[in-house]
């Protein structure tokens, strides 16, 4: 599976725009990239996902460079609640036994009131 | 859905005793996984199953773990003896399998086991 690469930890001002970078550049045509969040103590929560374009929901925003090799997820206007640690994934797929997510140490996001 | 349902949410047993965890994952979904998350090691992936099968249970640490999907509604994780090293936060997740491509993995609130 495709290593992903993140900064340790970011700072995002509440109600700005927060934006988590991601490289991947070793990912493959038919992997996906998966965002997932975990706030403190809780089980960690799917965000979005994408394989080649740009993905949008009431979450987040996935923004995939053309060439693949690295994403941002865009948080439009942050808030305290979205204070927690933050996985890019590329699973490994197969197709007989299925997909593992391997989940790295993330960016840690603090918004700051 | 209530999502994924875990049991005990916090467990608490002496050094040498039988823990036993419990997942209950969302309907419909034909994968479960186990993970377990520590400080030292972040979230490890300990097993998961496909249509109730064992598929890859390489992360599972020694012979004194083990799990069992005995239908599509239920697992277990168990660990016979328990030892310190094992306290952490075991989660269960779920997710729908069709043959190449990765569904989204949807968590449980985990199970906090303190091994004392």
């Known amino acids: 599976d495709a290593k992903t690469t993140q900064p340790p930890s970011m700072d995002c001002a509440e109600g700005r725009a927060a934006n988590l970078p991601c490289n991947h550049s070793t990912i493959s045509g038919n992997e996906y990239v998966y965002w997932y969040r975990q706030i403190h103590s809780q089980g960690p929560q799917y965000i979005i996902h994408g394989l080649k374009n740009n993905e949008t929901n009431e979450m987040a925003s996935l923004i995939i460079t053309e060439d693949r090799k690295s994403s941002t997820l865009i948080l439009p206007h942050a808030t305290l609640r979205d204070t927690a640690v933050y996985y890019c994934i590329v699973p490994a797929s197969d197709w007989d036994t299925g997909n593992q997510f391997y989940f790295g140490t993330g960016t840690s996001l603090t918004v700051i009131p | 859905d209530a999502g994924v349902i875990q049991s005990p949410r916090h467990e608490v047993t002496e050094m040498g005793q039988e823990v036993t965890l419990r997942c209950k994952p969302i309907?419909?979904?034909?994968?479960l996984f186990w993970y377990r998350q520590t400080m030292m090691r972040g979230l490890e992936l300990l097993i998961y199953?496909?249509?109730?099968?064992?598929?890859?249970d390489s992360g599972m640490p020694e012979d004194r773990f083990s799990a069992k999907m005995p239908n599509a509604s239920f697992s277990t994780l168990k660990i016979q003896p328990s030892e310190p090293r094992d306290s952490a936060v075991y989660f269960c997740?779920?997710?729908?399998?069709?043959?190449?491509?990765?569904?989204?993995?949807?968590f449980g609130p985990g199970t906090r086991l303190t091994v004392t």
């Open positions: 997740a779920s997710s729908l399998f069709v043959g190449g491509i990765p569904y989204e993995q949807y």
């Open positions: 199953f496909n249509n109730n099968v064992p598929i890859d």
């Open positions: 309907s419909g979904h034909n994968s």
